[in-house]
């Protein structure tokens, strides 16, 4: 099966600054590759994703980038803001066509000094 | 719209005892899944179903029942508490094939003592 590590499980940043934060997978047919963001006492909001065909992905202040030869992806968060703080979790999907199974990574705490 | 909705939002039980955790999505979603978060561990898997009447076993299954009598409705059911199963309980539901995104509930918190 998929196994997904997450880097680092905290984080803090000074507001304006950037936050990245780095996943890798271990299965190679994984094709999916989504970031949730989960708020205290909330259930976790997919915030972006990526597919394997694509190398980059930016929406606003977030990107997502990733490596398929390093079986890597990234968050980046630019400009970061106080409601930026948040635990967010990187995922991955293996490739079987209509299995919807995500494993999930650890979690990252961000938070962002104001 | 109202989404993928839990109940209760927390309980608490004693060794032993019994209960269902519901989970109703109103998004006409064929696919939904139950997950527990617990400190260090991420999401893992529970259960999940493709559609209704399907489902299938997940990461850590054991102790959990589930069934999907409806496409709305996936309850997850403990049957006898144990301490270890002490955790935060999220359902998520997705669209169809080839449409990934998973909307997840606001979660049950659940102590088992």
């Known amino acids: 099966g998929e196994n997904v590590e997450q880097h680092p499980s905290t984080l803090s940043v000074q507001e304006g600054d950037s936050a990245v934060i780095k996943c890798t997978y271990s299965?190679?047919?994984?094709?999916?590759f989504p970031w949730y963001k989960q708020e205290l006492g909330k259930g976790p909001q997919l915030i972006i994703d990526?597919?394997?065909?694509?190398g980059e992905k930016k929406d606003q202040r977030i990107a997502v980038t990733l490596n398929k030869t390093a079986k890597h992806f990234s968050l980046h968060i630019t400009e970061t803001q106080p409601e930026d703080s948040a635990v967010y979790f990187c995922a991955a999907r293996l490739s079987n066509f209509g299995n919807e199974k995500l494993t999930f990574g650890t979690g990252t705490r961000l938070t962002i000094i104001p | 719209n109202a989404g993928v909705t839990q109940t209760p939002k927390f309980q608490v039980l004693k060794t032993g005892q019994s209960m269902t955790l519901q989970c109703a999505q109103d998004?006409?979603?064929?696919?939904m899944s139950w997950y527990r978060q617990d400190p260090g561990m991420g999401l893992r898997l529970i259960h999940y179903s493709v559609g209704a009447g399907i489902t299938d076993q997940g990461e850590v299954p054991n102790g959990y029942n589930v069934s999907r009598s409806t496409t709305e409705d996936f309850p997850l059911r403990l049957l006898s508490a144990a301490p270890s199963q002490t955790s935060v309980y999220f359902c998520?539901?997705?669209?169809?094939?080839?449409?990934?995104?998973?909307?997840f509930g606001a979660g049950t918190r659940l102590s088992v003592l």
């Open positions: 299965d190679s047919a994984s094709n999916y």
């Open positions: 990526i597919r394997s065909n694509v």
């Open positions: 998004m006409n979603h064929e696919y």
């Open positions: 998520a539901s997705s669209y169809s094939r080839g449409k990934n995104i998973q909307y």
